[in-house]
Each structure stands twice: as structure tokens, then as C-alpha cells.
């Protein structure tokens, strides 16, 4: 399908709200406009495909923390039909040379958190380097643009060309590269326009790493898509965050977050004091959103709204309604408009109302697969179905609640066990900071669980506490039998919990 402008939304705000400012540093205040974004842009797409030689279908790997340029790239990359794969600096060297040799990029763009490393790996592979802050860099990002001739929208385009390799978390083996398209990234927006209240006027502040789906593609991409604006924090800080968002003069509407980020945000100093009056929508992804933290919120006039998704269906998949989500506390919403959902039994069969299944998903916001991975798109994929690995049921209303991934679960004495569940209630404990449980060995039992606390007040935690807080609330063959205090719980960059790290540290906890 030949493009139009349409298919470059930056110059399409470009040419209708030129003034309005589409990207913002928060940490040194620079900004630009549509219209300058899309003058930038238009430089960085002659770079690329003229000094960089850069061609239709070539990766451009993006190594580097949040800032306005990363998005420069992923507009410059789909105005010459290229992909852009932003990698998570923070990974080790060999790590990183493992997703750089299967993405096999043109060009490594990259600043000065990982310039060693970048400029080490584009010597191995022999491609250009584009830098930012960092003078050995083949070519230095400013510079090239302001020497660039300018490539306006317009070249032949099609909705399913593939415009981005987002590589997942990957706690088991190695991470998977999902394939984004316009077409996704149209229909994501589509799918969560009503419910999240995306329109031109909308501002996102936005402090998580744009190599993940939740800095990315949750809200990112949609609100830049619709016209609005984002204010970009290099890394996530707590009091930098309350500041930000509770200051009337940034205005913003939008925010997502995780549990931990919104604890922190709730012990910064200037919580108190912050003002969410512009507040429109934030969004409470991945897992069950506890009340005292809905209640923390909706005492300042913002109502948690829980979603769930994946980095290959869009990633919305579900969204809990503004009205229902005080009635509704622990589910992550209905299926949002442009998406089907099923729950699927081990003998394949859909699971009546209450029972637990897979989700599994398919729409037109789902991707079309991994980047060269063809194993794992015969693992995921059945028919136009992703099978998403986690357990959920329905209620008769047709909300969804999400148990916990199928690999969490563990089997004591015959019974599957959901850690998700128990942890979910233990989150309310008042010593309890933060919680992971997972299943041991257990020479009785088979597997039985392992309480892994970061406790308020730095005691240890002893089990008959946490047997307590948990009679008649929780089925006694869940409860975890052992326990252990820690001073952190280690997690991934998205902020979810690397659960896997834990099981690795603990194998032998139940011996």
C-alpha cells in the first residue's frame, strides 16, 4: 500500500500544530516543536541514508538512556523504512554483542552512559557510529544533522512493513526481538483512545527506558501519534517525579508506572505537597494494584486504572474503566475494543467463567512475529492466536484477573500454587515492603513456598507472621512455608521482578 503524509504522523502534526511542543527534556530543558521535530527529522533521514548508508529494511540499534533523540531515531528510521532496535545499555557486554549480532544493524547510535561498549561493538561489526555527548564517535549526532540534506516525508511505505525490534526482558534464554508496524502501533492507539483519554492535548510525562514496551509503545507512541506532547526524564527518580508531576506549569495528563514506582513516588518528600489536579489517566501496570496504593491516589483525585498487555500484542490487551476501578480492585479490566482474548485450558478448550487459562490473544495491534526467530514463532503463535504464558480468569462481567505467569507456578503436594495470589494479599502486611515468593523443593511436598521479604523496618520476618496475617484470607496449602529477609529484590529494568534470579539464588533454600 503506497503512503501519503499520513503515514509520517510527524509531518502531519508538523503542518497542524506546528507550535505545540512534541518532545521535552526534563533534565536539561531542551525542546522541540512538531515543526522542528520534523526539520530534525528530515536532516537525520538524509544522515542515515546518505553519509550512514542506511537502506530500506536495515537495523539501527539504539543504545542509550531516555532522551527526546531516541525518538528523533524512530521517526528518521520509518521515514526511510529502516528498524529501529533500541537495546538495554544497562545489559552486559556479552549480553548486548548477542543481541547486536542477531540484529546485525547498519548503524549504532548511542551517548555517553555506554560509549565504550557501543564503540567497541560497531568496531566488531564494522557499521557507523552516530554519538551524542561523546567526541570519538564516528559521527557526532548534532553535527550531522546540521550538515544533513533534509528528507521530507513521502516515500513509498506499507502499513505492515516492520519498524522496530523490541527485545523482551528475556528471564529465560535469550531475549526474543517482537516485530512492531505502523499497523500495530495505529491500532494500539485505537484501542486504548476512550478508555485513556489520548487526544492532542495530552502531555506524558515519562521517566521509563524507552528499549522496553512500557516506555515505548503503552503510552509514548500513542499520545505522540494523537498529536500530544512528552516530557522525557533520563532515568526514573522518585523526587524528580513528584516534581514533575505535581506541578501545574508541566501540565501533565498522562503516566504510567509499576507497583515499585508508585511506592517510591509515595515516599518522596514532596508527595504531600504534589498537585495531580491535571492528571487525566495513570495507568498501574503489571500485576494486582493494591488498595492502600489506589486509596494513596484517589486521595489526591487520580483514579489508578490497571492494564495488562505484552510487548507483542501492542501491547494493550485489557483495561480496567475509569468507573468500575474502585469496585473492580484487583482486576486489570475488560479486552480492550480491537482485540479478542480467550482463556485456554491445558486440553486446549476455553475455560468457563472462574476457571483459569492461558490468555491468549489476536488482533490486528498483535505482532507478526520475532525478528529471525522462527522456533519462537512456532512456540508462540497458534493460528492467528499469541499464547501469552499467563494465567487469568473471567469473571461473569467479563473482567479479567491475572493470576501470575504459568512458569511461576509450582505444585505442593499435587495443588498448583499461584505465588501471584498469596503474594497479592501479603503486600498489605505492614512490615512488608516488598515480597517475591517461589517454589523449593520440598522433600514432603515436592515444592512448597519460599518468602523472599524486604521488611519496613530492616527485621527479619518471621513465618509465624506472615501465618498470621494470612488465616482465613488464604488457603493454608498456598502459604508459603519458609521465609527470608532481604535488603532488595533484584528486578529487571521494566521494574518487574527477576524472579528467575531469585530461584537461581535460593535453588537450595528447601534442601
Partial sequence: ?????????????????????????????????????????????????????????????????????????????MRIGAIVAPLNWRLARGDLAALVGHAMPAVIAYDDAVAEVAAGLAAERKVTTIGWNDAD??????????????????????????????????????????????????????????????????????????????????????ILLAGGSLAIARRFDPEQSVRVLGD????????????????????????????????????????????????????KGVTLQAVYGATETGPAVTQMPVADAARKLGSVGRAVQHTRVRLVRDDGKDAAAGDIGEIWVSGPSVTDGYWSSPEADAESFEGPWFKTGDAAYRDDEGFYFVVDRFKNMYKSGGENVYPAEVEAVLVEHPNIAEIAIIGVADPKWGETGLAVVVTRDGSDMEIESIFDFCRGRVANFKLPTRVVTVQSIPRHDSGKRDLQQLKRTFADAGV
Wanted: hydrophobic content about 40%; glycine content about 10%; overall charge negative.
Fill in 1 to 77: 500500500m503506497p503512503s501519503d503524509l499520513a503515514c509520517d504522523w510527524v509531518t502531519y502534526h508538523a503542518e497542524r500544530t506546528p507550535d505545540r511542543v512534541a518532545l521535552l527534556s526534563v533534565n536539561d530543558g531542551r525542546s522541540v516543536t512538531w515543526a522542528e521535530l520534523d526539520a530534525r527529522v528530515a536532516r537525520l533521514s538524509g544522515l542515515l541514508a546518505g553519509e550512514c548508508g542506511v537502506r530500506r529494511g536495515d537495523r539501527v540499534v539504539v543504545l542509550a538512556e531516555s532522551d527526546p533523540r531516541v525518538f528523533e531515531l524512530q521517526f528518521a528510521c
Fill in 248 to 299: 501545574p506549569a508541566h501540565g501533565i495528563t498522562h503516566f504510567t508506572g509499576v507497583l515499585t514506582i508508585y511506592q517510591t513516588l509515595m515516599a518522596a518528600s514532596g508527595w504531600q505537597a504534589a498537585d495531580l489536579s491535571a492528571v487525566r489517566f495513570m495507568e498501574f501496570a503489571g500485576g494486582r494494584l493494591p488498595p492502600h496504593v489506589f486509596d494513596a491516589f484517589a486521595d
Fill in 137 to 222: 564517535a564516528q559521527l557526532d549526532y548534532e553535527r550531522g544533522l546540521a550538515g544533513a540534506s533534509a528528507q521530507p516525508a513521502g516515500a513509498d511505505c506499507t502499513l505492515d512493513e516492520p519498524t522496530h525490534v523490541l527485545y523482551t526482558t528475556g528471564s529465560t534464554g535469550q531475549p526474543k526481538g517482537v516485530t512492531l508496524c505502523r499497523r500495530t502501533m495505529i491500532w494500539n492507539l485505537l484501542n486504548i483512545q476512550q478508555d485513556k483519554r489520548i487526544d492532542g492535548a495530552s502531555r506524558m510525562y515519562n521517566p521509563l527506558p524507552l528499549f522496553h514496551g512500557g516506555g515505548l509503545t503503552a503510552l509514548a507512541n500513542p
